[in-house]
T-cell receptor, first 116, second 114 residues
């Protein structure tokens, strides 16, 4: 159990367009979901934490107007990269937790975004 | 503030050698959790272990073992008799009680050569 999926697994978009990435917990209800970004050969950096039905909490330096996060249900969170630019190209990984503390996070397979 | 340091950026060994990946952490909390994850070339993170701050017992799981020492704020990971399939990037991570987030180290890229 505790499977998390992401869709799409990879996406290429043109500069200036928006792209939406979905994160779903398939066999459990996720009280909390997390979004991470990973640049090539670098570590995972937390972008934001979202609780179902609440506004996401963004980490310092992450533009909330650019990276829109919606956690509409206990099994779905979406990350929308608005007006994407080449510097937004990265590997985006979501994780989901059954509890609000996030002690045990189950990670999705990641989405590779390339902005041309 | 919480911080995780993995000083070894890259390690390369020959198959069947033992290898230890170092992890040093910083936290002001007395209650915290430590993790190790494996990230193969596919990119998907694979959970390996979680340890809470009150359990300093070493853990062994097959060829994998972990040494947790609070005195030196370290949580090292050893692979015994390494195999080519162990090649991946390994991340150590820390979560403080109530912090609701994981802080990852920089990762160690491990290459096992046949």
């Amino acid at each position: 159990g505790a499977v998390v999926s992401q869709h799409p697994s990879w996406v290429i978009c043109k500069s200036g367009t928006s792209v939406k990435i979905e994160c779903r917990s398939l066999d459990f209800q996720a009280t909390t979901m997390f979004w991470y970004r990973q640049f090539p050969k670098q570590s995972l950096m937390l972008m934001a934490t979202s609780n179902e039905g609440s506004k996401a909490t963004y980490e310092q330096g992450v533009e909330k107007d650019k990276f829109l996060i919606n956690h509409a249900s206990l099994t779905l969170s979406t990350l929308t990269v608005t007006s994407a630019h080449p510097e937004d190209s990265s590997f985006y990984i979501c994780s989901a937790s059954k509890d609000s503390r996030g002690y045990e996070q189950y990670f999705g397979p990641g989405t590779r975004l390339t902005v041309t | 503030a919480q911080k995780v340091t993995q000083a070894q950026t890259e390690i390369s060994v020959v198959e069947k050698e033992d290898v230890t990946l170092d992890c040093v952490y910083e936290t002001r909390d007395t209650t915290y959790y430590l993790f190790w994850y494996k990230q193969p070339p596919s990119g998907e993170l694979v959970f390996l272990i979680r340890r809470n701050s009150f359990d300093e017992q070493n853990e062994i799981s097959g060829r994998y073992s972990w040494n947790f020492q609070k005195s030196t704020s370290s949580f090292n990971f050893t692979i015994t008799a390494s195999q080519v399939v162990d090649s991946a990037v390994y991340f150590c991570a820390l979560s403080e009680q109530g912090a609701q987030k994981l802080v990852f180290g920089q990762g160690t890229r491990l290459t096992i050569n046949p």
